[in-house]
């Protein structure tokens, strides 16, 4: 399929327009890449609503397979929705809706056609939900606007629970502006995302959070958003646009335009201004966008303007500040920390390992506990004050570690560690203790690492960008 996907990736790139898509989705080739990704997939062991698996349908013959997503194609019908609710932390729940499997091998047939048509149309600094890209991404950006650029305004706004709210006629019509001209896919998706919900009814806004197309339908949905802050300053088109020396931003200095570049990752985004007062302005424009334009409502308490010198924000798990510091270009750099609430959800974790290791002491529950804290020490890496942030919370856990497991633990060296533990832990000074060879991994124990910034160069549906 790869030629294929190559072939649409740079039709879109031209600005096409895109009419037989179902064609090309109910192809046997593209079937059975969607057959073998579900498969991939650990969430295909989770039951819909018809309480089959993967494993339910793995003793059918491959052909049997592609012509029942083929028939599936010729006239659809969506099964209902499950409903599951995941902790969110702090008592609160996240809703996800399961397709059921059937259907999420049909999702995902459209995903890997729609993909490359709509990657070739995203804005190259949305990061949320798209091939390569990732949130230490996303944070680099952001980073490099402070830094590089000297921009310490920023502007955070917050979506009122963005995935339940996508306006449906508004995603359809902004599938039509991308060039997705094929009317019988349009009303495969308007029915898709009017799937009955278990115990819910059928939603008349929204995209539910669990489909696999939802990541990419709400990449579409805000990206006019991306290109309407871009188009203001960042891809403003003016006559000096082409010129060579890269005076085009100089010349818009002189004008009245706003200063102004947007981050975004997912539905959490921030927007970064020259001036307060440019900021504030770009708050109220926002929000009257989102309202009018894309039909979403702002939080208004979570929704403010933060002079990044005087105040920190936060995005991604991380909490950005701008502190002094000498010989650099505007004598101003980006510090990070891992947010409050990340710190928070950090201890949570740590001591559900904890407790899990007490009730049973094994070298298994040792291995869950060491895999929360290299996860949570992978993330915040990037982070500039890691180090300190660890420090706090090994000094709040080390009392819990040292008095919950005080009768099934026995102290260790550093030579009774795996090799590769060894290798990542070297250099670092901590009493560890193990439960049967296996070594508690110390929580402290995690230098900085510097981000890169994406490549824009890199992408699936080129061959240079491979």
Known sequence: MQECFDRLYAQSVGGQHFYDLTGLMSSKDNIRLAYRNIKRNTGSKTAGTDKLTINDILHLKVDDVIAKVQAMFKWYEPQSVRRVFIPKGKGKTRPLGIPTIWDRIF??????????ICEARFHKHSY?????????????????LINQSGLHHCVDVDIKGFFDNVNHSKLLKQMWSLGIRDKVLLSIISRLIKAEIEGEGVPTKGTPQGGILSPLLSNIVLNELDWWISDQWETFESRYTYS????????????????????????????????RSHAIKMNYALKDFLRKRLHLETSEEKSKVINLKKNSSEFLGFSMKVV???????????????SKKAKENAIQKIKEAIKVVKK???IQTVWNFNTVVMGIQNYYSVATNITINLNE?????????YNQLRNIRTEASFHEMTKTLQKRYKGYKAKLYMIQKMVFVPIHAQRWKKTLGFSQVICNFTAEGR
Not at 107 to 115: K, P, S, T, V
Not at 332 to 337: L, Q
Request: overall charge positive; proline content about 3%.
């Open 107 to 116: 999702q995902q047939c459209i995903l890997q056609i729609l993909e490359p």
């Open 128 to 144: 949320g939900f798209r091939p390569n890209r990732s949130t230490h991404h996303a944070k680099a950006r952001l980073e490099f």
């Open 244 to 275: 060579t020396n890269g005076s085009k931003y100089q010349h818009l200095k002189k004008t009245t335009l706003k200063e102004c570049f947007i981050v975004r990752y997912a539905d959490d985004f921030k927007v970064m201004c020259r001036t």
């Open 324 to 338: 002094r510091k000498g010989k650099t270009r505007f004598g101003y750099v980006a510090r990070s920390d891992m």
């Open 360 to 362: 049973k002491p094994c």
């Open 393 to 401: 919370l090994n000094a709040h856990l080390r009392r819990t570690l």
